[in-house]
């Protein structure tokens, strides 16, 4: 069983249109988050949601908006695509513990985006 | 001059050779990540420690919180060891991540 799964793996698409990339987690974890990883294989925190509540909000363009439905899903949905956003994006989920602490994270596979 | 780190940014080992990852931070933290990249891009994470030393087969992993210090050492190195090694510290529920350390290990 995958624990974190994310889809699409590739995404093809042209700028100025709106895509959006999936991630379920099936650990029960309570936290989830989105990084981005550069052609630098940078990675970078986006977002971070814990139990369905927003909670870290990088400079990100708002263009990006994290959606999480209920506990197990944390969507991204990309308005108006431009060039610079071609990137690997991860999800990953985590179990938060007294209050300060957190399990070791889990990622999904990644969805590498192409913005032509 | 990024949060976190990593040293050195490329290193080629004979397979059998002891392996030694470094990763200084400049915040405090409340723990420390291991992760692995492989080339097929998934990531998987080796460790979490706030303190001391863990180990995992042939993995080990060091803090020293007073120096803000961490390493990962990988004993008897073996080629399907070459990945991207990335270590990422944790303060609340963000992480900042290093560069990473491109590992190869020819046979």
């Known amino acids: 069983d995958t624990a974190v799964s994310q889809t699409p793996k590739y995404l093809v698409t042209q700028m100025g249109n709106d895509k959006s990339i999936k991630c379920e987690q099936n650990?029960?974890?309570?936290?989830m988050y989105w990084y981005k990883q550069d052609s630098k294989k940078f990675l970078k925190i986006m977002f971070s949601y814990n139990n369905k509540e927003l909670i870290i909000n990088e400079t990100v363009p708002n263009r990006f908006s994290p959606k999480s439905p209920d506990k197990a899903h944390l969507n991204l949905h990309i308005n108006s695509l431009e060039l610079g956003d071609s990137a690997v994006y991860f999800c990953a989920s985590s179990r938060e513990y007294e209050q300060r602490n957190h399990s070791p994270l889990h990622f999904g596979n990644g969805t590498r985006l192409t913005v032509t | 001059k990024n949060e976190v780190e990593q040293s050195p940014q490329n290193l080629t080992a004979q397979e059998g050779e002891f392996i030694t990852i470094n990763c200084s931070y400049s915040?405090?933290?409340?723990?420390l990540h291991w992760l692995q990249q492989h080339p097929g891009g998934g990531i998987v994470s080796l460790f979490m420690l706030s303190s001391g030393k863990k180990k995992h087969g042939r993995l080990i992993a060091t803090i020293n919180i007073q120096e803000k210090h961490s390493s990962l050492h990988i004993t008897a190195s073996h080629p399907r060891d070459s990945a991207v090694y990335i270590c990422a510290a944790r303060r609340g529920s963000r992480l900042t991540f290093g560069e990473g350390t491109q590992l190869t290990v020819n046979p």
């Open positions: 915040v405090g933290i409340s723990a």
């Open positions: 650990l029960g974890h309570d936290t």
